[in-house]
């Protein structure tokens, strides 16, 4: 697919450049909990969502969104919106399991009417042309949550499914953090939506060197319904 590139304004380019690392909850109980202590806490979605890497994701989206003619957007699991500052989206719906990191969304948000943030448990079905996931994935530890995610994502899009995420299973890429376990989602998809097909992989400007700051171990994988 090809993809135009456009520059990002400057001002913009810096915005989180310089933010704390994100504080840890002492104790993982569930992956909900995991993300609403973090936020109440004053963490951040962590260093995929700032500064070279909001910037790459930014790229991608903008391009593939104008190149498609992608009027409406959904998020399932939106984080605190640093990076949806830089995604020029038409209609966009954002979900998140953090009752914290939503209030300081519409905060961010505040006065603009293209954009709203729900809970997640209130997803009750509502479509876009795209279906977005994030940094999102490879943080759903239980199984059980990690297939309802999977359900509502696909059944959110009209058009276009979009993840970026790592695409691996556990024996492949076992990861020492409680809060992050892999999964070779691709599978899932093949297996429980199938009327959707995987149109392109992008692969992350900046490939995992074993340095989650410098580096990331997810890229895009792009699904359209046929």
């Given amino acids: 697919m090809k993809r135009v590139l456009r520059k990002i304004p400057f001002l913009r380019r810096i915005v989180g450049m310089f933010h704390r690392p994100a504080p840890m909850p002492s104790t993982f109980t569930s992956s909900g909990n995991y993300w609403e202590e973090r936020y109440s ?19 991608v989206l903008n391009d593939l969104v104008a190149q498609n003619q992608i009027g409406s957007v959904i998020e399932l699991g939106c984080g605190d919106g640093n990076q949806l500052a830089l995604f020029r989206f ?28 729900r809970d997640m448990k209130s997803y009750s079905g509502e ?17 059980e949550v990690f297939n309802a995610y999977m359900r509502d994502l696909f059944r ?39 009327e959707f097909k995987q149109i392109a992989r992008i692969p992350n400007r900046y490939p995992y060197n074993g340095d989650p700051f410098t580096s990331s171990f997810a890229d895009f994988y792009i699904f359209q319904r046929s």
């Fill in 156 to 194: 959110a899009s009209r058009k276009f499914v979009i993840i970026y995420s790592s695409n691996r299973t556990e024996d492949e890429f076992a990861s020492p953090s409680a809060h992050v376990r892999h999964r070779k989602f691709t599978d899932w998809v093949s297996a429980n939506a199938p």
């Fill in 90 to 117: 038409g209609h966009y719906i954002g979900y998140d399991v953090s009752p914290t990191v939503l209030d300081k969304c519409r905060a961010l948000f505040m006065g603009d009417p293209t954009k709203e943030f």
């Fill in 41 to 59: 806490q004053g963490g951040n979605s962590g260093s995929g969502s700032y500064a070279k890497f909001a910037e790459f994701k930014a790229e």
């Fill in 127 to 143: 479509q876009a042309d795209l279906s977005l996931s994030l940094d999102v994935i490879y943080h759903l530890i239980e199984d």
